[in-house]
């Protein structure tokens, strides 16, 4: 039985990703704040609605997808009802698993992911990191559950924060860009809805491209640019910008935050 704390939209996608992969719903319980919330799980999916508590001692694998600063809270409602030897695969940004360890019996086996948004459409980019007592087989049970919706990879706990900046908080970063190329799309007298599917598909493309080819980025850029042409006069643009170096600052900031919100 998996049990997931807290399904608001990534404990949402995550289950349906793995219901969509084969799982039953009878081998699924979820927990939700309100009661609403819960019935339209129920209604939608047919999977089992419980308290914290109950989920805690039912489940052999409990995934707490709450919000980082909901975390002790969950934690103290658990504690007097993990068993030991009991999974728990936290999707809280910055909460270390030590955090975890100290507010559950000892002997619980906890694994900490950064996944993101993708996961809605089961491209999502989930990086691992085992706990004290998590090993081989709870690593690998963690991939089998995220598997279904993305890519998964293990990484040392100490490059969680990182993950965080880079591939957690990465959509955000294309989805910016895109609505500043939308936007000179626009400004250069172009619709917007044309715009907007111009670069969509050139996004999906390169990323495609950089996925299947192998190449590293910087060669696929070169292809694109031709001497005294108009795309090494727009990454001209871009240098003199610095915009390389904004978008290093922008990640290192979201990884210094991601420690913050770890430190409480």
């Known amino acids: 039985m998996i049990a997931i704390l807290g399904a608001g939209k990534m404990g949402e996608a995550l289950l349906s990703g793995v219901l969509r992969a084969g799982r039953k719903p009878s081998e699924l319980m979820v927990t939700t704040r309100r009661e609403e919330r819960g019935a339209l799980l129920r209604e939608r999916y047919g999977v089992q609605v419980a308290t914290n508590a109950e989920a ?65 459409v089961d491209e999502a980019m989930s990086v691992i990191s085992a706990g004290t007592h998590a090993g081989e087989e709870h690593l690998k049970l963690t991939e089998e559950l995220l598997t279904p919706v993305g890519k998964v ?34 400004l250069l007298g172009m619709p917007r809805a044309a715009a907007l599917e111009m670069v969509i598909q050139s996004a999906v493309g390169a990323a495609v491209m950089l996925r299947d ?10 292809a694109v640019t031709s001497p005294a042409g108009t795309t090494i006069s727009a990454i001209r643009e871009l240098e003199r910008h ?10 290192e900031a979201a990884r210094d935050r991601g420690r913050e919100l770890g430190a409480g």
């Open 153 to 186: 990879l293990r990484i040392p706990e100490s490059l969680q924060d990182a993950a965080t900046a880079l591939s957690g908080s990465g959509p955000a970063y294309f989805y910016y860009l895109v609505e500043a190329m939308v936007d000179a799309g626009i």
């Open 56 to 120: 805690a001692a039912t489940a052999d694998t409990l995934v707490l997808a709450v919000k980082p600063q909901d975390m002790d809270t969950l934690l103290a409602e658990l504690t007097d009802h993990v068993p030991a030897g009991r999974l728990v695969i936290s999707l809280a940004a910055g909460i270390p698993t030590a955090f975890i360890e100290e507010r559950l019996p000892e002997d619980v086996a906890v694994v900490r992911v950064m996944s993101n948004t993708p996961v809605h």
């Open 242 to 251: 610095g915009v390389r170096a904004a978008v290093i600052e922008a990640i």
């Open 213 to 222: 080819s192998g190449d590293h980025p910087v060669m696929l850029r070169e």
